[in-house]
């Protein structure tokens, strides 16, 4: 089954507790993004990576960090959680860009820094 | 600065009757615009999605219109059903700046019996 693989799904850690999102997909896609969704803002973009060893920032990148050392992963660390960071992120993943390629989307993982 | 705006955080609509979801942008580069549908504690979906070159996309049940000298597109669902209950994020792209998806901040219909 093609699917984008987050873990994990629900984590509450303590204010510089470095922690790690990690994300997976099957499907041999190059393009891989991840996105945060808080209320009143919709989703916006962290970081994305057009292929391995390419990543780039998206519209909210300060506090995260991201690595793409092979095709079907692209973790997301955070190396001095804060509180403002709390919210739901999700990885996403598609053939090539997003403009006429369907994105599939992983399940999300809700993240409370306290 | 918010680029993709969807102004009514909700919708009401009656079974059977048509929905009718908006959508405005400010960036002239967009070229390309998606609706994604997302239910509670799942990632989005892909929904439909039209290039700027066009001014209507249609798939099934679903049919998006782009007027570009408005800025503005819509998400028309006929004939609207309980499934179809969700938030809808709308999204633009700029293709060639780096594919950055750049969505607005839902809407939530709710499609009652």
């Known amino acids: 089954e093609a699917q984008v693989t987050q873990n994990p799904r629900y984590l509450i850690t303590v204010t510089g507790k470095k922690l790690t999102v990690t994300c997976s997909q099957n499907?041999?896609?190059?393009?891989m993004s991840w996105y945060r969704q808080d209320p009143g803002l919709g989703l916006r973009q962290i970081y994305y990576?057009?292929?391995?060893?390419?990543?780039d920032k998206g519209d909210v990148p300060e506090g995260y960090k991201v690595s793409r050392k092979e095709k079907r992963n692209f973790p997301l660390i955070l190396e001095s959680p804060s509180p403002n960071q709390t919210s739901l992120y999700f990885c996403?993943?598609?053939?090539?860009?997003?403009?006429?390629?369907?994105?599939?989307f992983g399940q999300g993982t809700r993240l409370t820094v306290v | 600065d918010q680029q993709v705006k969807q102004n009514s955080p909700s919708l009401s609509v009656q079974e059977g009757r048509i929905s009718i979801l908006n959508c405005d942008y400010t960036?002239?580069?967009?070229?390309?615009f998606l609706w994604y549908k997302k239910y509670p504690a799942e990632g989005p979906t892909f929904l439909i999605s039209i290039s700027s070159i066009k001014d209507k996309n249609e798939d099934g049940r679903f049919t998006v219109f782009l007027n570009k000298s408005a800025k503005h597109l819509s998400l028309h669902i006929v004939p609207s059903q309980p499934g179809d209950s969700a938030v809808y994020f709308c999204a633009a792209i700029f293709t060639g700046g780096g594919n950055k998806l750049t969505f607005g901040t839902g809407t939530q219909l709710k499609v009652e019996l």
């Open positions: 499907m041999n896609h190059e393009y």
């Open positions: 990576s057009m292929n391995v060893e390419v990543t």
């Open positions: 996403a993943s598609s053939l090539r860009g997003l403009g006429n390629t369907e994105a599939f």
């Open positions: 960036n002239s580069m967009f070229d390309y």
